[in-house]
């Protein structure tokens, strides 16, 4: 599966985060714990080379929590700060200034010594589309003051929100890369929704995710789906042929039956990722820290 989606906006952003870099004293990069890997915009490296960076391991409550802690521990090997949080429930949220400070304790210091003690910081805040960054700065603000929504693409223009008196943070709207190429990477952004599914076939996502589950974490589809037990991958059978008859096993259990008591696979797979993007399925990490 390639991925090709980079609207206009998405171009403007990468050159006005280049430009207003010089006006922050660090950022902060909003990572989805799912997937912290493919979450990732690769430009960002190059784009905020040489700021301190927090990185914040957002929606940790739908996350693995082993997986979670591997990942951190790879950031802070970066060099970087991590924070893991559930923006939508505000857990972890309210630690974020005090990470925050810690990571800038040098510059603050700097800024003391130069009479500069009541100087406001200024955090750049940066993620991909729908990673939940806006609901992230809605929660540290203490008020909604960043539109947010449950689907990519919703924040268009940059604006700054105030925290407090001497923090100040830079909302920004998501950006993807041009393109994605990494068939995994790409998956795990469809999967949870990074992407806007009107450009993806339901039914072959569906069939993806399914697969993916019964390797790494079967006991979770039997359970959620009151199967017995799993189809057995036959043979060299690929992905989406193996996930369509996982598709139309919890398909039948749940009675989504059409004409002629054939499955109907379409509503499967729609329930399948509304239930795996709000946690029902169980906690689930789709990628580890190389």
Known sequence: MEIQWYPGHMAKTRRMIAEQLKHVDAVCEILDARIPGASRNPDVDALTAGKPRLVVLNRADLADPE??????????????AVLETDAKSGAGTAKFSAALRTLLADKLRAYAEKGQAGRVVRVMVLGIPNVGKSTFINKVAGRKTAKAE?????????????????????DTPGI????????????GLAF?????????????????????LAER?????KTGYKLQ?????????????????LLEAAGRR???????????????AKILLDEFRSGKLGRFT????Q
Not at 67 to 80: E, I, N, S, V
Not at 161 to 166: E, L
């Open 286 to 289: 789709l990628e580890a820290p």
């Open 254 to 268: 749940r009675g989504f039956l059409i004409s002629g008591g054939e499955v109907d696979t379409e509503r499967m």
């Open 150 to 170: 449950d689907r990519p693409g919703v924040t268009r223009t940059k604006q700054w929100v105030p925290v407090d008196r001497g923090l100040e943070l830079l």
């Open 67 to 80: 997986a979670t802690k591997a990942w951190g521990a790879h950031f802070k090997k970066q060099g970087w």
């Open 192 to 212: 949870t929704g990074a992407v806007k599914d009107e450009i993806l076939d339901t039914e072959t996502l569906g069939c993806h995710l399914m697969a993916y």
């Open 229 to 245: 037990a799993l189809p057995e991958r036959e043979g060299e059978e690929n992905d989406v042929a193996f996930g369509w008859r």
């Open 217 to 221: 974490y079967p006991e979770a589809l």
């Open 176 to 187: 993807l890369w041009p393109k994605l190429d990494d068939p995994q990477a790409a998956l």
